[in-house]
């Protein structure tokens, strides 16, 4: 019963380097999602995903780019990390077959750029 | 175009006292509500959520919700506060399944013993 799983859970890194945060479900879910979470701003969504190869941007994409090869995996990139980017990230998927359409979320990783 | 506003961003209750927390939505379709709790250093699980039908919903751990669309709100109460209820909880809207959700900023729950 893994669920929605994300790695790495902690990450320290330093500005402009590139940084990849995991996401893979067992539930074979349509849609994934990517949010920030920082004090203040609640949840904001980065980047969407349909399905496989169907990708789109949420709220605040610029400096991140993802990719979905395959329905189960939701990959997060950071191409040259900012301070700015600090922040709790968290990978969500959702099953737009139910009729809730209610998001299921991973532990989330804490990104810390020094 | 839909937003959630949650008042308070910090609540204090003593154990055993109710608890509510203020969820106030704009949707220009008819909304689906749900509440999330995250515990410290954890993803956000599902309270409770309300898609169509009984406007009163019930959720987990005593928690329920109201959908009162004349006041565009979503309270969520629980009449008697433990100890384990200290969390964020988050308020959010979607149009449905496939939809985008709309996050409130979260509201910190203190139980003072």
């Given amino acids: ?114 | 175009a839909q937003s959630v506003t949650q008042l308070g961003s910090h609540v204090s209750v003593s154990e055993g006292a109710l608890v509510l927390l203020r969820c106030n939505y704009s949707s220009s379709v008819p909304p689906y509500l749900f509440w999330y709790v995250q515990y410290p250093n954890q993803g956000l699980q599902l309270l409770l959520k309300y898609t169509t039908g009984a406007t009163l919903v019930k959720g987990i751990n005593g928690f329920e919700a109201e959908f009162k669309k004349s006041e565009t709100s979503f309270h969520l109460t629980k009449p008697s506060a433990h100890m384990s209820d200290a969390a964020e909880y988050f308020c959010a809207v979607s149009r449905g399944p496939g939809n985008q959700f709309y996050f409130g900023t979260g509201t910190s729950l203190t139980v003072i013993p």
């Fill in chain 1, 1 to 114: 019963d893994a669920g929605i799983t994300q790695s790495p859970r902690y990450k320290i890194t330093e500005t402009g380097r590139q940084v990849t945060l995991m996401c893979h479900q067992t539930w074979s879910h349509s849609y994934m999602f990517w949010y920030r979470q920082d004090l203040g701003h609640g949840l904001r969504l980065i980047y969407y995903s349909a399905a496989a190869d169907i990708t789109d941007k949420g709220e605040v994409p610029d400096g991140y780019v993802v990719s979905r090869s395959k329905t189960e995996n939701f990959p997060l990139t950071l191409e040259s990390a900012t301070r700015s980017q600090t922040s709790v990230y968290f990978c969500a998927s959702s099953d737009n077959q139910g009729n809730t359409g209610e998001l299921f979320f991973g532990e989330g990783s804490r990104l810390t750029v020094l």
